[in-house]
């Protein structure tokens, strides 16, 4: 389903696809004149018996959204405390409320900015592709759903997105080694080993540790994300309108 607003509303750089009309057109038994916004929609049911109309949104821009904002937020309660500023040897945060705040939002943007490019990668994979693995002279074929459930992201940004679509294998790119490191964390993360959870003194080579000197995440996303869509015919509002 598609739904039609007019050009003066806000066209939000997270939804999933918008076309304007070439020309005045009935649709749906009400007239819109050229230039109004088409928006892909979804009718969802609510457990209310209702139906919502839902402007579909682009995963990989909520992700990335959601990432930047996390971070932002810990931006600011680092920055309230004092924690990386100034020579005082030993700091603390105001609250422990305020700490986990911290920890829980590095986490969320670790976490959101990867899935933003494994979004990205599933999304892209024609739903028609089938990829072709020789193994020992045994050919086999995968369907994009064994594709997205059984390949690593790695392998699908640095064999499979590149058979299906035609692009240069972004191995060796400067966005490459940006992912690994953000992969790396996001491991640490999801996979959180005993060591990094039962500290107790000195917190060196910890998790914890390492999320202090952590980038923004989206920084470690962005370069290889833009790099394969900038070989992409279809321009994504999440490219060419994100605010940050």
């Known amino acids: 389903m598609s739904d039609a607003t007019n050009k003066s509303d806000v066209q939000d750089w997270r ?28 009718n969802i049911k609510l457990p209310n018996q209702k139906t919502l109309v839902l402007h579909v949104p682009n995963a990989t821009a909520l992700f990335l959204n959601s990432s930047h904002r996390a971070f932002a937020e810990a931006s600011v ?59 020992a002279g045994v050919i086999k074929v995968f369907e994009k759903s064994d594709i997205e459930r059984r390949f690593p992201l790695k392998e699908k940004l640095s064999s499979v997105l590149p058979s299906a ?6 191995v060796g790119h400067k ?35 390492h999320l202090f000197s952590f980038p923004e995440p989206v920084s470690l996303a962005l370069p290889l ?4 869509t900038s070989q992409m015919e279809i321009k994504r509002r999440w490219v060419t309108h994100r605010p940050f």
């Open 15 to 42: 939804l999933q696809a918008t076309s304007e009309l070439a020309e005045d057109a009935n649709l749906w038994g009400k007239v819109y004149p050229k230039g109004t916004v088409i928006k892909q929609a979804a």
């Open 77 to 135: 309660i680092l920055k309230q405390h004092k924690i990386t500023a100034g020579h005082t040897p030993t700091v603390m945060f105001g609250s422990d409320d305020e700490a986990f705040t911290w920890l829980e939002n590095m986490m969320t943007s670790i976490v959101s900015a990867y899935t933003a490019v494994e979004a990205f990668v599933n999304q892209s994979i024609p739903d028609d592709f089938k990829f072709e693995i020789n193994k």
């Open 165 to 170: 679509l035609a692009l240069t294998n972004p």
């Open 175 to 209: 966005g490459w080694n940006k992912f690994c490191r953000l992969e790396g964390m996001r491991d640490r993360i999801i996979h959180m080993k005993s060591k990094d959870q039962n500290v107790n003194g000195d917190g060196k080579g910890t998790v914890w540790e």
């Open 225 to 228: 994300l833009e790099y394969l």
